[in-house]
């Protein structure tokens, strides 16, 4: 680690150029005042790879001190002077006060020495992306919280701390960002199991809490959105499995409270917006409804379609994707290239995620393989395999169900969606049998 000395009265331009260094350049920023406070510093430390300094500070013909101390001490140490007046060049490299942050930041690791490659993988290394989902849920930050501003097209990115740490996270603040359009801010990369704790800690409190029906299917809707996203990023892990196993608990909770299901798929649709949470939440509603009426039916098994529900397609974080429920479906989406391989391979993906998944139920990795109709989880099959077992005939039943619904849950019809039921799963006595227990179930009140 390099060090630096800069000397500017701003304490906010100290901070943001402080981390930037840091991040960028690998230099220690040690801040001062004014050129006689640089000086004090430089007669005591034994080397400094770049002094960036106003020109002047006050009546302080900063800059001019700095280098004339340096001269007479024969350092050739580099130095960048924020100045209008060009002609300063005698006294280092001249940039202006009030130019971008990040030509500040590119001159200072050319001269440091840092090159491009090194200055992107500085840049890969030292800030890790926190989804903006997961800051709804905090109150206090655990750690400095950073935005990034620029193009990004060279790696010249600019860190702004927005939240500091144990400081209070605005409210008002995570509302303006979310309406920019900001997806993401930022942590040090080194705090990210710091902060994934908290985060754990503080979530689980939030979705086991005490709440009204309609607060808790908004925490769970978020909940779920982010602990997809993990998922997807870094497979099965500890922390993810306690608030998944939360999430699916908490949900039964609300699903057994409400015998109604007209009400619950009312409070369902008026306070979530998500179609892969609706879709999971409605498909564990109506395979209830059919492990119910049918004799082998058990609560250990209402439990396993539950995970399956939550599971089955949680390699599918985009919405658009997961309506996909046929090759038609998927035509009529002009998916590209790798949006196609994604949902083809989506049911056999989610099965091996659940092998890793400690204390899943016993055959969950295979329903959740076998839910589209294939014996490989690639691609759907319709009509399906005819040799799959009770209970994945109940899951791809409740699901074909759960699209029809949300296809037509403007003017939905219930004997028209048994109808359609019959015609999609054609003459096969285990698919027949288990539609019929669809409609003895409660789902017209």
């Known amino acids: ?20 260094l840091k991040v960028y350049a690998s230099s220690d920023a040690i801040f001062k005042a004014s050129a006689k406070e640089a000086i004090e510093l430089l007669e005591v430390l034994s080397h400094v790879d770049l002094i960036i300094t106003m020109d002047k500070i006050g009546t302080e013909d900063t800059a001019k001190q700095v280098y004339l101390w340096l001269k007479q001490q024969a350092l050739e140490t580099p130095i960048i002077v924020m100045s209008e007046d060009k002609s300063n060049f005698e006294y280092g490299r ?9 030509e500040i930041v590119k001159l200072a690791t050319q001269l440091i020495g840092i090159t491009n490659v090194e200055h992107n993988k500085k840049l890969a290394s030292e800030f890790f992306p926190i989804s903006l989902a997961y800051f709804q849920f905090l109150e206090t930050a655990i750690c400095d919280i950073y935005q990034r501003s620029g193009s990004g097209d060279k790696g010249e990115f600019i860190y702004y701390k927005i939240f500091e740490q144990n400081k209070k996270i605005s409210k008002s603040e995570m509302e303006k960002l979310q309406k920019n359009g900001t997806k993401n801010l930022f942590i040090i990369s080194g705090l990210r199991l710091k902060f994934t704790n908290y985060f754990t800690t503080i979530l689980l409190k939030k979705i086991q809490g005490k709440s009204t029906a309609e607060a808790k299917m908004v925490s769970l809707e978020a909940a779920r959105t982010i602990i997809a ?24 909770k609300l699903i057994e ?5 007209k009400n619950y ?3 369902l649709l008026t306070n979530t917006s998500s179609y892969i949470y609706q879709h999971s939440q409605i498909l564990t509603y109506v395979s209830f409804q059919m492990i119910d009426n049918m004799e082998w039916g058990t609560t250990e098994q209402k439990q396993k379609m539950a995970f ?9 974080t985009d919405d658009r994707l997961a ?17 196609k391989e994604i949902v083809r391979k989506h049911a056999y993906e989610a099965s091996i995620l659940i092998q890793k998944y400690p204390g899943a139920p016993i055959g969950a990795d295979v329903i959740i393989k076998q839910h589209h109709g294939t014996h490989n989880g690639i691609w759907f099959k319709n009509p399906p395999n005819h040799d799959m077992s009770p209970l ?3 899951f791809m039943v409740a699901e074909e169900f759960t699209s029809y619904y949300m296809k037509n849950k403007t003017h939905f019809d219930f004997k028209a969606a048994l109808e359609f039921l019959n015609k999609h799963f054609p003459n096969h006595n285990k698919f027949s049998t288990v539609i019929e227990a669809l409609g003895k179930g409660k789902l017209t009140t």
Do not use: W
Request: net charge negative; hydrophobic share 45%.
């Open 94 to 102: 001249v940039i202006a006060p009030d130019c971008d942050m990040k």
């Open 1 to 20: 680690m390099s060090n630096s000395i800069f000397i500017h009265p701003s304490l906010e331009f100290q901070n943001i150029l402080g981390i930037n």
């Open 229 to 252: 996203q993990e998922i997807k990023s870094f497979g099965i892990k500890e922390d993810t499995v306690k608030v998944a196993d939360a999430i699916i608990s908490e949900s039964l």
């Open 308 to 316: 399956i529900a939550f599971f089955h397609d949680i390699v599918l």
């Open 265 to 267: 798929i009312k409070n």
């Open 323 to 339: 309506q996909i429920h046929n090759e038609g479906d998927a035509l009529e989406a002009n998916l590209e290239l790798s949006e």
């Open 392 to 394: 994945t005939v109940v």
């Open 257 to 261: 409270k409400d015998k109604s299901f």
